[in-house]
């Protein structure tokens, strides 16, 4: 048996400026990247033997996908043709000439549906990972077109670090980056569906009448990344969505005032939520502050991190 793993991160939106929709049903966006030390690991194995309790391997031009999922709210990850990360192989595989098939392990700790890229991340892997089990060698670029057609987050999966996505985000220059950012997430329950945060985030704006521009947060973001300071950073952060999940999801607002009042230097809903990111600016300000939310009962769970983090990477095999 062959196998291959891959290490891939989490990320937090740091800015997230949102367009009116576009006729395609998307929307423009500019979406400042920054990836952090939660990860996913995805391995995908050649044996195809089935296994007690497998769900239907999802068959596609006769290449066969199987995926099996451990770990952060397994339960609620798919394992059929709605999982990304079969999506993903099944891609590469047309790509690649079809080879039979790809058993794919997929060890969660990034949360499910809780704006962090999790799905993404994993199909990321996934591409990653099916690469070098079947020997295609291909370039970065043509990983990170195939990943550009399976979601707008898949590519910065594959980049890491921070960057700057437009158009869908799938359009990315990466971000010059002084020192270490301590992050602290507080995990809700249950999930928030991306599709729904968007629809919402439109009619609340349709109803307010409101004017859709874009943040002037971004420069003084930029700086902060720059020069390494948390404080700057923390003031600079923004997220258009965040109305829409506090909307859909009120006990959010708590959290974030919890967070704020334990002296996080920011705080925002990544991405469309419900997870809760906040800045703090050491390692032991995070573990302080991770304490006090817990405490606090605002959330499910808590986790710390640091970014940013380097994208998808083949790690070495397990003994």
Wanted: with cysteine.
């Amino acid at each position: 048996m062959t196998s291959v793993t891959v290490r891939v991160p989490a990320k937090v939106n740091l800015q997230l400026s949102v367009g009116p929709p576009r006729d395609d049903g998307y929307h423009d966006l500019v979406n400042v990247f920054h990836a952090v030390s939660l990860f996913d690991e995805v391995t995908a194995s050649d044996d195809l033997a089935a296994r007690p309790g497998d769900a239907p391997a999802v068959v596609s031009g006769g290449c066969s996908v199987t995926v099996a999922v451990e770990g952060e709210s397994a339960d609620q990850v798919p394992l059929d043709g709605g999982n990304l990360a079969v999506r993903a192989a099944l891609a590469l595989a047309a790509r690649a000439g079809r080879p039979p098939g790809v058993r794919l392990l997929i060890r969660k700790t990034i949360p499910v549906a809780g704006g962090m890229a999790g799905g993404s991340a994993d199909a990321a892997a996934a591409l990653v990972a099916c690469d070098a089990l079947w020997g295609l060698g291909l370039a970065r670029e043509d990983l990170m077109d195939i990943a550009a057609d399976l979601g707008s987050d898949v590519p910065f999966a594959l980049l890491g670090c921070t960057a700057v996505g437009t158009g869908r985000g799938e359009r990315l220059v990466p971000v010059e980056v002084t020192g270490r950012f301590h992050w602290v997430f507080a995990l809700a329950e249950g999930g928030l569906s991306t599709a729904k945060v968007y629809s919402e985030c439109d009619r609340m704006r349709e109803a307010n009448g409101e004017q859709v521009g874009w943040s002037q947060a971004g420069e003084t973001l930029m700086a902060a990344l720059a020069a390494g300071d948390a404080e700057a950073l923390g003031g600079a952060l923004v997220n258009d969505l965040q109305p829409a999940a506090l909307m859909l999801c009120r006990p959010l607002a708590r959290t974030l005032e919890a967070g704020r009042e334990q002296g996080a230097l920011g705080a925002l809903v990544s991405g469309s939520g419900p997870t809760c990111a906040f800045l703090a600016g050491s390692a032991d300000q995070a573990a302080a502050l991770a304490m006090a939310l817990e405490v606090a009962g605002v959330c499910r769970s808590v986790v710390t991190a640091y970014g940013p983090v380097p994208g998808a990477a083949i790690i070495p095999a397990r003994p």
